[in-house]
Structure formats: structure tokens, C-alpha cells
């Protein structure tokens, strides 16, 4: 009987849904706006004073791929790939199919295409050239693997859709593979587009809203992030989380650790997301009602100019050995300097953060980000 009348009610839903698709487009409970916004077609600039994809407005996969240069690869190697990826990159951002693109239809949507190409201290040997960024030093809290960490060269390919993305760095991988190899590849995404609105900060597989106190592209990247020459420096770090004892702790504990609430993302002494975090408040006990233990207490820059930018993507792989769970953070911070911005506070986290009980840094790599290029330029001409 019972399932007689789940069938009967079922039959009922359907008869219902498809009445009602025909006036405003709801069919069983899936509701789809009349007037479908297409975002496939959405290009953004390539030529210009710095490279795209990092004032620009995450999109919502990302891909980083590093690559080793091939053995007697050295200057000239090295600045051919860089060409062949600034033709590439003008056009696959644009919409155009790269030169000789063996499946061209791909690239008709390109989706907010950016294609950010970056150095390793590795590129600079090969090239005979001092390197302008080197190698982090090792931190207590490293369980680094060879797998996520270090390349000669990065590309970081970001857009709004996967296949798109999935097609530009298929194409400019196997364009230059006669000179560099794939060394590790690191999959992200945040929040699909339309889910929310443009602009709403990100939430991370923790649930936390993660993002929220960063410099402002419009205001603060001339001091922050831009170099005098438009490049920047990348630190990319592969953050596993351990989801499985995160969920074990309660709410309170896991606002605790952070700092901040995880249903607004607000300060624990605010009320909206934007507040100002009031380090010195304390409760009717003397305590301080943001912990100094707290992830955003010890990342707080303790001057203005030791601030950098966070663009990360979540990761969520397949578990493997029994675990429940293989999450976490590309962690991507962009900063004029590494060694007096992302350094000290990387320090201060090591040293203590309430948050690494369930954080664990299993990658790291840094790369020099040339400036953009005008037209008729090619990437990374200003440094080789
Ligand atoms: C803030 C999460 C790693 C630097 C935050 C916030 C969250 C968060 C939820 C508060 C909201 C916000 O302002 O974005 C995480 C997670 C991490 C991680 C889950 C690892 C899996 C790191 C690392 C660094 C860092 C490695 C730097 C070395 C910062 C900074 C802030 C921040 C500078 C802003 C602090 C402030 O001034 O309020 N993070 N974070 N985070 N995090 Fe992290």
C-alpha cells in the first residue's frame, strides 16, 4: 500500500510540475527562469599592464598546472614557450580557437577565460638570469609531497566553465611539450556561477566564509601586489584539511578557532561580515572574545605593508586508504614580496594557529608573475 500511494502522489507531482512548467517555466521542483542568462561567450581582456586572472574576480574552476623544463632546455626554449603561450592565451581568452587547435569548438566559449603564466626559480637557472623569487623556507607544520610542490613554470587557467578550462590547458600543454613537462596539476573550484551573487565571498569545504578581510583590487594592489614593473610573485601552497575530526568539533569550537561565525562569516565581535574584528573586546570573565590564538589573530598583518592577496580554490579529490575525505585549499597568494608580505605571517601560523589541528600543508611552490603584455609582447619578456 504504501507503495501504491507514492506512486498515486508521484503521478500527482508530475501532472502538477508539468502544468506549471508551461506558465512559469517550474517543473517538478526545479525551478529554471524564463529568460536563461548565458554567460558562455564572456571574455575578458588579455593585452594590458598586468596579466588577468588576478584582479579579476575568481571564476569558478580553476586549474594550476606546473611544468618542469626539459633537460638542455635553457633561454631560448624557455622564451619560445613563453611565445607560444601569449598567441595561445590572446586568442583562447577571446573566444579563438589557438593556432592549429585541434578541436576548435571548444574555444567558442571561452567563459571569462584568464590564462596567468608565472616562473620558478628553475626558469631563471635555465635561462642564465638571477631568479627574483626563491624557494620558501621549510616550515614545522610541512608535510610537503614532491607531488604538489615546486615547477620551473605555472599556468594558472581560470574561467567560469570547466571545459573551457579543461580545453586551454590541454592546448598549451601540448604545445610546448617538446620543451617543458607536466610536473603536477591541481584541480579548484568555488561556488558555480549564479549560485550566488557576483561578489559574495567564497566558502571553503570547512564551511567557513573565506576571503573577506583581503586587499581591494581597485585600491591596494598599486602598494600591495603590483610590482613597479605590473608582475606580482605567487606563492601557490596545497593546504589538506581534515574534514573528518573538523566535523567532530561543535560549532562554537569551530568559530572559535577561526574567529569568526560561520553562518554570516562575521567577526565573533560583529555582526556582519564586514565588521571590523575587535581584537582588544572581552567577555564579562576578562576573556577575549576573539581568541589571539585564532586563525585570524595570528594572520592579521601587524603592518599595513605585509598585507597580500588570498585567491583560493577548494580541492575534493577522491579518498583513498580507507579516509572519508581528500579536501582542502589551493591556497594562492599574490603579494609584491614574498620574503616581507606572505612570509612573516606563513611564520606567525606556523609558530601558532588554533587552526592547524585540522590543516596540513602537503604542497608549495612560488613563481614570479611577469607584467602583462601589449600586443605584439610575449610573456615574460621584462625578466629573461
Ligand atoms: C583569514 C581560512 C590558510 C592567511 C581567514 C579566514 C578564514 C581562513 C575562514 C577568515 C575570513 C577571511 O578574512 O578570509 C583558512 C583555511 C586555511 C587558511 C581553511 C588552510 C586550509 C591560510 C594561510 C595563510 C592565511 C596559509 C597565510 C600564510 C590569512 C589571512 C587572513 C585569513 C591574512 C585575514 C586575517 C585578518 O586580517 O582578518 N583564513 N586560511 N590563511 N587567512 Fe586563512
Redesign the pocket.
Known amino acids: 500500500v504504501p507503495q501504491r500511494g507514492t506512486e498515486i502522489s508521484r503521478r500527482r507531482l508530475l501532472a502538477g510540475g508539468v502544468a506549471a512548467l508551461g506558465a512559469a517555466g517550474v517543473a517538478y521542483g526545479y525551478t529554471r527562469e524564463p529568460e536563461e542568462p548565458v554567460f558562455g561567450r564572456e571574455s575578458l581582456s588579455f593585452y594590458g599592464v598586468h596579466q588577468a586572472g588576478i584582479a579579476t574576480p575568481p571564476q569558478a574552476h580553476g586549474m594550476f598546472v606546473a611544468l618542469d623544463l626539459r633537460d638542455g632546455a635553457g633561454r631560448d626554449q624557455l622564451i619560445s614557450a613563453l611565445k607560444i603561450w601569449t598567441t595561445d592565451a590572446a586568442r583562447l581568452t577571446q573566444g579563438q580557437p589557438a593556432l592549429a587547435d585541434t578541436e576548435p569548438e571548444l574555444a567558442a566559449e571561452p567563459s571569462a577565460l584568464t590564462i596567468t603564466v608565472g616562473l620558478g626559480p628553475g626558469a631563471f637557472t635555465a635561462a642564465g638570469t638571477p631568479s627574483p623569487v626563491e624557494g620558501l623556507p621549510p616550515f614545522g607544520i610541512d608535510r610537503l609531497e614532491t607531488q604538489w610542490s615546486d615547477g620551473d613554470v605555472l599556468l594558472q587557467v581560470c574561467a567560469d566553465d570547466p571545459l573551457a578550462v579543461a580545453h586551454a590547458v590541454r592546448v598549451l600543454t601540448k604545445n610546448v611539450r617538446t620543451m617543458a613537462s607536466i610536473r603536477w596539476v591541481q584541480r579548484g573550484f568555488r561556488s558555480a556561477r549564479g549560485t550566488q551573487k557576483s561578489g559574495t565571498?567564497m566558502r571553503?569545504l570547512?564551511g567557513?566564509?573565506?576571503?573577506?578581510?583581503?586587499p581591494d583590487p581597485a585600491v591596494d594592489f598599486d602598494s600591495l601586489v603590483w610590482n613597479r614593473d605590473g608582475g606580482t610573485t605567487m606563492v601557490v601552497?596545497r593546504?589538506a584539511?581534515e574534514l573528518d575530526t573538523w566535523d567532530e568539533l561543535d560549532r562554537g569550537g569551530r568559530e572559535f578557532a577561526?574567529g569568526?561565525k560561520l553562518d554570516t562569516?562575521a567577526p565573533l565581535t560583529g555582526q556582519f561580515e564586514h565588521d571590523d574584528?575587535d581584537f582588544d573586546a572581552t567577555d564579562r570573565f576578562g576573556i577575549p572574545v576573539i581568541s589571539p590564538a585564532s586563525?585570524?589573530a595570528r594572520?592579521?598583518?601587524t603592518h599595513a605593508g605585509e598585507?597580500?592577496f588570498?585567491r583560493a580554490y577548494n580541492y575534493d579529490e577522491p579518498a583513498a586508504g580507507g579516509a572519508t575525505s581528500n579536501s582542502?585549499?589551493i591556497?594562492a597568494?599574490f603579494q609584491r614580496d614574498i620574503g616581507t608580505q606572505?612570509l612573516p605571517?606563513?611564520q606567525r601560523?606556523d609558530e601558532h594557529d588554533a587552526?592547524n589541528e585540522w590543516?596540513t600543508?602537503i604542497g608549495s611552490a612560488v613563481f614570479a608573475i611577469p607584467a602583462g603584455v601589449p600586443e605584439g609582447g610575449f610573456l615574460g619578456q621584462e625578466l629573461l
Not at 567557513?208 to 583581503?214: I, K
Open positions: 565571498t571553503n570547512m567557513q566564509v573565506d576571503g573577506t578581510v583581503n601552497r593546504i584539511v577561526v569568526r562569516g574584528a586563525h585570524i594572520a592579521r598583518h598585507q597580500f588570498r582542502g585549499l591556497f597568494a606572505f605571517v606563513q601560523l587552526l590543516t600543508p
